[in-house]
């Protein structure tokens, strides 16, 4: 059984950093790409980005220069650096894993439980 579990999330002032990371257990090495998606208040889950097994990565626009996405093989895990955080990067995070490319599709793959991100003003 698949099993993501995300952890970093927190509350942080305007142009603060947090670093978010994804726990995965189960046959995840067997898929093609792991990122990250968002849901703030109002809004459906957006892609902030995501890499596949050869290391390329993707970013949503609104997260470009600001967001690094990166895995470490050996812990089996995938982490998101976010700084320069924005009031409006308030979200709750979810790692995604998928056969797939990463894409803005939000209707595949297996899903943690979501992280909440807050920056406040």
């Known amino acids: 059984q698949v099993q993501l579990v995300e952890s970093g999330g927190g509350l942080v002032q305007a142009g603060g950093s947090l670093r978010l990371s994804c726990a995965t257990s189960?046959?995840?090495?067997?898929?093609?790409?792991m990122g990250w998606y968002r849901r703030a208040p109002g809004n459906q889950r957006e892609l902030v980005a995501g890499?596949?097994?050869?290391?390329?990565?993707t970013y949503g626009d609104s997260v470009k220069g600001r967001f690094t996405i990166s895995r470490d093989r050996a812990k089996n895990t995938v982490s998101l650096q976010m700084n320069s955080l924005k009031p409006e990067d308030t979200a709750v995070y979810y790692c995604?894993?998928?056969?797939?490319?990463?894409?803005?599709?939000?209707?595949?793959?297996?899903w943690g439980q979501g992280t909440q991100v807050t920056v406040s003003s």
């Open positions: 890499i596949t097994v050869g290391g390329t990565t």
């Open positions: 189960g046959t995840v090495f067997s898929f093609n790409a």
């Open positions: 995604n894993a998928r056969q797939g490319a990463i894409s803005a599709n939000i209707l595949t793959g297996y």
